[in-house]
């Protein structure tokens, strides 16, 4: 039988889940944000993106989250002068990777607020379940 | 069956209850995805209103029974309190005090099933 408690348990999971992809699309992007290309005058690492997807779950009738694939932020690389860098091209001139540490910040925290607010769902159906099943204890 | 009247209704707002948990879990869930928008259950009293005389399923294809699933597929799109540029109505807060609201009700309405058990418990037993 479909019990919408458990439906909204699983729509919150499928929201920590994508959460937690994003956070570790923001961990990489901290992680690399200094990363250089191997070769002199190459690209350096670029910043990834995640999106975020509805998705309607047709028995339960209730929309589910997805994280899509990552995509590439198409931002321009920052510029540096440093000739004495192994990345740095024929004019000394370094690109640096297009993330801005602070926006990863921010998105960071965001992820967390909703991945909190997802877990909120899921104690708050935990125990509008439980107190039904308390409904069964001798009183 | 007019004395047990109680426990119908009460089974009903519960069921309506769960159903709106499960709506509220879709927001939450999707409060970063771009373009979705906030959605809720129509009031209790609309969704009672509307019950009071349904038709039989005697078949999964039948239509018009008011289960939990078709009861969520009612949800409809609602105001929320801020819209982001993405085109995203959800505002996590006023999901959370929709959730606290379903789950403060949910208490109430299982603390007077106990209660009314209790009562009859009380006149069986003697």
Do not use: C
């Not at chain 1, 910043?47 to 989250?65: C, I, N, P, Q, Y």
């Not at chain 2, 349904?54 to 819209?83: F, K, Y």
Request: hydrophobic share 40%; proline share 3%; glycine share 8%.
């Amino acid at each position: 039988m479909f019990d919408p408690l458990n439906a909204a348990m699983r729509v919150a999971t499928s929201g920590l889940q994508a959460q937690s992809a994003r956070l570790r699309v923001v961990s990489e992007n901290i992680a690399n944000a200094e990363s250089t290309s191997s070769t002199p005058g190459g690209d350096p690492y670029i910043r990834k993106t995640l999106s975020f997807h509805s998705e309607l779950d047709r028995a339960a009738g209730v929309s589910m989250v997805r994280a899509g694939d990552t995509g590439t932020d198409d931002a321009p690389f920052r510029l540096d002068r440093d000739p004495g860098n192994p990345a740095a091209d024929s004019s000394g001139m370094v690109k640096r990777p297009n993330v801005d540490v602070l926006v990863e910040m921010a998105d960071m925290r965001e992820a967390n607020r909703g991945y909190q607010a997802n877990l909120q769902v899921i104690k708050q159906s935990r125990d509008m379940l439980s107190l039904t099943i308390d409904l069964l204890r001798s009183n | 069956m007019s004395d047990m009247a109680f426990f119908d209704l009460a089974a009903r707002q519960a069921s309506w209850l769960a159903a709106r948990q499960s709506v509220i879990a879709g927001n939450v869930a999707n409060a970063h995805t771009p373009g979705f928008k906030a959605k809720d259950l129509k009031s209790f009293e609309d969704a009672l209103a509307r019950t009071q005389l349904t038709l039989a399923a005697t078949s999964p294809a039948h239509l018009g029974a008011q289960d939990a699933a078709s009861r969520i597929g009612d949800a409809r799109e609602i105001v929320g309190w801020e819209t982001h540029y993405s085109g995203n109505s959800v505002s996590l807060e006023q999901q959370m005090s929709l959730a606290g609201d379903t789950s403060r009700r949910h208490a109430l309405n299982l603390g007077l099933s106990k209660a009314f058990h209790r009562m009859y418990l009380a006149g069986v037993k003697g």
